[in-house]
């Protein structure tokens, strides 16, 4: 793969750094993990039947739930990391 291949040159060029301190970062990631995750609010939407058997379908090719599927896309749009597929 391209990104393997990418990744290997990139550790061949000495270009990753250690991390000072290891645990202070893994807290501090952690923590926002768990804010990004938090889920407080309920939404609830009416979509196509073919729409949502597609989210299902795809949601089951990345082994995650589709509701999750569906929030991750929408966190995707408006932080405004969903880009359209270039053709």
Not at 61 to 78: D, F, M
């Amino acid at each position: 793969m391209k990104e393997e291949k990418d990744l290997m040159k990139s550790i061949d060029n000495n270009e990753w750094k250690s991390v000072v301190n290891l645990e202070e970062m893994k807290n501090q990631l952690k923590t926002a993990a768990k804010k990004t995750l938090l889920k407080d609010q309920r939404m609830n939407i009416r979509i196509a039947k073919r729409d949502l058997e597609g989210l299902k379908t795809r949601a089951l090719e990345e082994g995650l739930p589709y509701q999750t599927l569906v929030s991750s896309i929408l966190h995707k749009y408006v932080t405004g990391k969903l880009r359209e597929k270039e053709v």
